[in-house]
């Protein structure tokens, strides 16, 4: 028995922002962040759509694409940190839309821009015990509502948007091969969203320091993103036993151009098994990965029987590498 994707979705907002937009807003430039990041544009949620908005509707093209209905999952799951509230989590939204009346267990789950590897290991893992035959993987991310528009060197490089796929258990070759996770809390303050949780509650004094706003320490974050991306790369290949030269495409977390081409040419990865669209999406955190899978399958670019390795670095620190053959 393995786990495959049965279908794929993806939503991103329709209002786009471009460089220019973010010139007019803060004291930047489309030359400083095109050749920093590579971002030309980036999507940005309207006034009354929330997180579980977009992971609904990236579920429910999922579920066409699957050729299924809502009533034919066992299991929902969104990866996020940007949820729409604290409680309930985003996921119960989701299930709440989608599944109307129908009691099926669904929960948030946080591993910051690691989040869809992370929810690929939880929710495999759930269907290879038996608990669940089927289930609905979301990554949904608002960061554009979490960053501070006076704050160039953050507000540049995150946008909205949400991937989705359904993962089944079958027995017809192909799925998930393996997958590594990793994490290193004691980095947590190069990324972080210091107020509105339980130690800093929201406050004035919060909101007078901006500390409800997502902070981040790039240039060491750029650093450990690229070490640990290729090392978790190496090991999960090593595990499944597969080399670079295996691989028909590495789909990598979107986070900014520069650390992309970093852990391609360490891996020595050649360009057109690594697609972006990082110019067209910035920094989409847990979105970014099942945003580019369902971007490529509708590109034809992968076909039955390819190995993709799926590898992303977020906040907490956190890092995470699935090996996956194409069923
Ligand atoms: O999923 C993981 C999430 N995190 C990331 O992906 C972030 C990883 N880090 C990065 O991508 C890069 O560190 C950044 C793109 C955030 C920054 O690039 P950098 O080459 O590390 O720039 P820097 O922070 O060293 O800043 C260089 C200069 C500074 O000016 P001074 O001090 O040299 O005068 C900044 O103030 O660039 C300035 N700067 C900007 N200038 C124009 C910072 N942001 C901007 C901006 N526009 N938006």
Known sequence: MSVVVR???RYLPER???NADLEKWVDTNDEWIRTRTGIHTRHMLAPDQATSDMA?????RALDDAGL?????DLIVVSTLTPDMLTPSASNLVQANLCKGRGIPSFDLN???SGFI???QVVSSLIESGSYRRALLVGAESLTRFVDYEDRSVCVLFGDGAGAVVLESSDSPGGIRGIRLGSAGVHAELICLPGGGSRRPPSIEVLEARDHYLKMQ???????AVQSMEQVARDTLGDVGWSIDDLDLVLAHQANRRILDAVRSRLEVPDAKMPLNVDRMGNTSAASIP???DECLGEGRIRSGDKLMLVAFGAGLTWGCCALEWA
């Open 291 to 293: 945003v580019l899978l």
């Open 111 to 113: 591993a910051a821009c």
């Open 69 to 73: 209905r809502a009533e034919d999952l």
């Open 16 to 18: 786009q922002i471009t």
């Open 56 to 60: 609904t509707e990236a579920g429910r």
């Open 118 to 120: 992370y929810g690929l």
């Open 218 to 224: 790039g240039n060491k974050v750029f650093k450990l």
């Open 7 to 9: 279908g794929t979705g």
